[in-house]
């Protein structure tokens, strides 16, 4: 199987700049060598000291389990380790009866028929191969006479691009050796560049063995889709020759990542002004609930994607990019500004001056990673790619920074000497190339070579993995979310482009597609009403209701005495005075109109910047509300100026952990407009964080309520994690249900170790028991059922859910005098392509932009033929196409009917306590990622490891997640423990309040 091209063999020519020679020639410099070659003779990967775990690489190898799936949709049991008891999930119980049945139009398409034959896998190996690389494996069995060999066998061959092939028909002996004669290239390469020459010349002659390792027989996966066999290894092979058999031809004349096939004819669009956004088709084989009622039990699953690039560009029109789009300010810089701005500025670091990178060049740390070319005359016709360490800067280099002019190697002459020179003296005397921006930092290269930016060309196909800036986010958002009609469009063209009548592999091996999308028997499952203080609304099909006039169900319990509002800079481009005293009486109005219990009306001041220090401005904001009030501060909003995260962390970490009391932090723009809405929005939030109750779900009658009979909660959990590369410890959040109605929540976070998902069992240990504690005090009895709702795990971790979690739960429980409540433990994720498309204009199933009504369900053919799971759609889709959310049951002791279940996960969603609208999750499940967010701000890291000295106080520029722990925290086998929300100086009950109200939200 043909995989992802690297790139194209030089630097394309509309990536210079004008006037940038395209003939230059080669050789950069190295580091600490007088060889300058690119990269030093011999020299290898060193490796230094250990330095402890590094969380982003330091991982077990995947399993062949772990492996497939990150291409096809396996079920759970088939991620089960080998010696390990098999975990038996929840079976379905039935189906849904009480909805209004519905036709729906899924993204999913039938495989009708496959022939059922015996497919033979053989194992590909290449000898000699020490790196044990698989590009030389390709090479070698992607020639021609491999080709004829195998051509002459007969049958047809897939290769995974790796290790595997399969075939339809046995070859003799079930092995065979092809010796492969690489001297062809040796000449081509010969006329290109003589250095290629130089190293085919080394070894061209290879041995190809094809073995025969396994015999493939799909009724093993009829089988299982029947219920009569177990997963096992049999079944997991099957899956992973449909896999390949249905991307074998796409991926011959496409560009593949992972599950991705982008086409080069597909459309290419612009974010900002500096990437490329590729669309592409998402195909992944899935099992499905059909051979239930006849089908095959197969489908494919194939929707439109969207996946940002780096475009092919020099590097120093790259740097020019990414540095302009950060700030409005920077827009109009010319190339001479940014080597201006690009340069080393001088801070002190206590007594001592120091350079330190700028703010600008903090910004082409992206750069690191990528791929290039060089585009110089020496290197022309070499197809060499580089990637990029780091960025050149050094203290050493002073106030010009790591730039051509500046660094400086021995040079070796024709007789043998040494001579110091700089880069750009190297090649004005080596390659007659003067360089054009000299005063741009160089790039440094994982071989430790150096180049100039403007010599470097970043190849094709190179994803972008650094979050999106606002006006990327806006672009990516107006391509990706396209309404229905569009997308089913998009979904078609591209099951056109696949071909599947077409396709040689296919048709090879007998298997047929119904290029046509499944329909299947849907239901409506009816709206709730919304119960408020003054009244119900029957928000219908609608989705929405209206807060005016509409009083909060249960109001803030303590009065609002001691409360403030802070500009934070005191005017500027944040709010004038005016402006402050304005909204302030505007918003005590509104949450009062809402039922806001209010006694005085607040303290509205405005504090400096000083020296940019949020935690001053906390702690000055704290004396003077309480001084003015003469007792302690309730609540304080702040203003800001920006919506730098950073600011927002370092406020909740100080009014969190060292004040313990609620805050808002609310954006000076906002202010400003004073909308009713975002006031309205606001005292949602605010009185959830003072104890209040937005609304409920109406019982059968005023007192009973809608969903359970007997003491229950429902526990959410959710484990979020730093970006790739990063050292970020994983941060888990707890939330439990606290009244019998589940409108209020509380929440617990803490860390959970390095890149983990499942719950450590001292994490739990940490948040649960108070969480039980508290519960069990608030309603003078036992939980005796229990929901447990989790996000954010895929079926490999299902097993280390029951078994890890859910165990340690049930101790818990035994420890706080509970007894052994029964367990219904649900999964629901989000991450998935499944979609759901009513009949245009068909009203009784869609709204007006062509999305599912709010509680339309699906059981059927895209669900698993025996395992108890579901598609969801319980919310209004703002725009784009909805994405319905995927619960899957995975343990149910208490036996909860599908009917009892689906309607409480449907309804429970018009109880967010924030929103005006029925959410797409269950609440439970939302605070709790709110709350594994809200986390970061309570790890015990001083400011100065998250902020860069540069940047204009109050508006502080954050370090790489590299620079940010020290060497001491990264060789911790655990991550510190986060800091807590009590103080010594505030009363117990206050503390309890804190740390049990929704101050998450």
């Known amino acids: 199987m043909s995989s992802r091209p690297s790139g194209k063999s030089q630097g394309s020519a509309g990536g210079t700049r004008h006037g940038t020679p395209s003939a230059s020639q080669a050789g950069s410099p190295t580091r600490g060598s007088g060889n300058p070659s690119g990269s030093q003779k011999g020299s290898g990967s060193q490796k230094g000291a250990p330095t402890g775990v590094d969380p982003a690489r330091d991982r077990p190898k995947l399993t062949d389990a772990e492996v497939i799936g990150k291409r096809v949709d396996l079920p759970a049991e088939a991620f089960k380790l080998e010696g390990k008891e098999e975990t038996r999930f929840a079976a379905r119980p039935g189906y849904n009866t009480e909805g209004k049945q519905i036709d729906m139009g899924l993204n999913v398409f039938d495989v009708t028929s496959w022939a059922d034959r015996e497919i033979y896998q053989y194992d590909i190996t290449v000898v000699p191969n020490l790196k044990e690389s698989n590009a030389l494996v390709k090479k070698v069995w992607n020639t021609q006479t491999v080709t004829e060999f195998l051509g002459k066998r007969g049958g047809r061959w897939l290769y995974d691009g790796s290790k595997l092939a399969w075939s339809s028909e046995a070859i003799d002996r079930n092995e065979a050796r092809i010796s492969v004669d690489l001297d062809a290239l040796k000449k081509k390469a010969a006329a290109e560049h003589e250095g290629i020459a130089k190293r085919v010349a080394r070894q061209s002659v290879y041995s190809l063995h094809i073995r025969q390792t396994k015999t493939i027989r799909l009724a093993y996966l009829k089988a299982y889709l029947q219920g009569t066999i177990p997963w096992d290894s049999h079944v997991l092979e099957c899956m992973n020759f449909f896999d390949h058999a249905m991307r074998q031809f796409p991926s011959e004349k496409w560009v593949v990542i992972k599950r991705n096939f982008y086409d080069p004819s597909f459309p290419v669009g612009r974010l900002g002004q500096d990437l490329v956004v590729n669309q592409g088709i998402y195909v992944a084989p899935r099992l499905s609930e059909s051979i239930n009622r006849g089908g095959t039990g197969l489908a494919i699953n194939v929707d439109r994607c969207q996946t940002a690039f780096w475009p092919v560009d020099s590097f120093d029109c790259l740097a020019m990019r990414i540095v302009m789009c950060q700030k409005e300010e920077w827009s109009d810089w010319t190339e001479g500004r940014l080597m201006r701005e690009l340069r080393p500025v001088l801070v002190m670091k206590g007594t001592k001056r120091t350079w330190v990178p700028s703010e600008p060049f903090s910004f082409l740390r992206r750069l690191i990673k990528l791929k290039f070319v060089v585009n110089h005359r020496g290197k022309l016709g070499e197809p060499k790619v580089y990637q990029v360490k780091s960025i050149m800067f050094d203290e050493k280099y002073g106030a010009n920074g790591g730039t051509a002019n ?259 932090v609310l954006w000076g723009n906002h202010v400003k407009k004073c909308q009713g809405q975002y006031m309205s929005n606001v005292a949602m939030k605010v009185n959830a964080k003072l104890g209040g109750v937005t609304c409920k779900v109406a019982g059968p009658t005023k007192d009973k309520p809608p969903f359970w009979q007997r003491p229950t909660a429902v526990i959410g959990v959710d484990v979020s994690h730093g970006g790739a590369g990063t050292f970020n410890p994983s941060m888990a959040a707890l939330t439990m249900s606290m009244d019998r109605h589940g409108t209020r929540y509380a929440a617990a976070c803490e860390v959970n170790g390095w890149r983990t998902e499942c719950l450590l069992q001292d994490t739990t240990l940490c948040m649960l028991p108070k969480l039980v504690r508290h519960w069990k005090l608030i309603n003078a009895t036992i939980p005796q059922h229990i929901y447990y709702i989790r996000d954010g795990v895929s079926e490999g971790q299902f097993s280390d859910v029951l078994e890890k979690e859910v165990n340690t739960f049930k101790r818990v429980f035994r420890e706080a005098d509970c007894g052994e409540p029964k367990f219904t433990v649900i999964i629901a994720t989000k991450r998935h392509h499944v979609r759901f498309f009513p009949k245009p204009n068909d009203k009784a199933t869609g709204d007006k932009n062509g999305n599912p009504l709010p509680g339309t369900l699906v059981e059927k053919d895209v669900t698993h033929p025996q395992h108890y799971d579901f598609y969801l759609c319980s919310h209004v889709a703002i725009q784009g196409t909805a994405r319905p959310v995927h619960y899957q049951v995975i343990l149910d002791e208490a036996g909860v009917k599908p009917n009892d279940l689906q309607r409480m996960i449907y309804q429970q969603c018009y109880q967010y306590c924030r929103s005006t609208t029925p959410v797409s999750l269950h609440p439970a499940v939302y605070y709790s990622h709110l709350a594994s967010n809200r986390a970061r701000a309570h790890e015990g890291i001083d400011s100065d490891q998250l902020i860069l000295e540069v940047g204009k106080p109050g508006f502080p520029y954050g370090k790489e997640h590299e620079e940010i722990y020290t060497p001491a925290q990264k060789a911790m086998p655990q991550p510190a423990p986060l800091l807590g929300m009590h103080n010594k100086n505030t009363p117990p009950d206050l503390i309890r309040f804190m740390n049990t109200t929704m101050w998450f939200v």
Not at 461 to 484: E, F, G, V, W
């Open 406 to 664: 500046e660094v400086t190697f021995m040079k070796k002459s024709p007789d043998g000497t040494e001579v110091k020179t700089t880069v750009a003296q190297h090649y004005k005397e080596r390659w007659s190339i003067r360089l054009r921006y000299e005063g741009l930092p160089l790039i440094e290269t994982t071989r430790g070579g150096m180049f100039p930016m403007e010599l470097c060309n970043s190849i094709e196909h190179q994803r972008y993995n650094y979050k999106l800036n606002p006006s990327q986010t806006s672009d990516m958002i107006k391509q990706a979310a396209t309404r229905p009609t569009q997308r089913r469009k998009d979904i078609m063209e591209g099951v056109t482009h696949l071909k599947w009548a077409e396709d040689p592999c296919l048709l090879s091996f007998g298997i047929k597609v119904n290029s046509n999308m499944v329909v299947t028997k849907a239901r409506l499952l009816k709206n709730p009403e919304v119960t408020f203080a003054n009244g119900k609304i029957n928000p219908g099909v609608s989705g929405r209701w209206d807060l005016r006039g509409k009083k909060f169900l249960e109001p803030n319990p303590t009065q609002l005495k001691s409360w403030s509002f802070v500009c934070c800079g005191g005017g500027g481009k944040n709010c004038g005075q005016g402006d402050m005293e304005n909204f302030a009486r505007q918003f005590s109005q509104t949450y009062r109109n809402h039922g806001g219990n209010i006694a005085n009306p607040a303290l509205v001041i405005s504090v400096p910047f000083g020296d940019g220090d949020y935690s001053k401005i906390c702690a000055d904001a704290w004396n003077r509300t309480g001084n003015h009030f003469q007792m302690r501060p309730q609540m304080i909003f702040f203003v800001v100026p920006t919506k730098n995260i950073l600011v927002y962390e370092r406020i909740k970490k100080s009014m969190d952990c060292r004040f313990n009391i609620p805050s808002q």
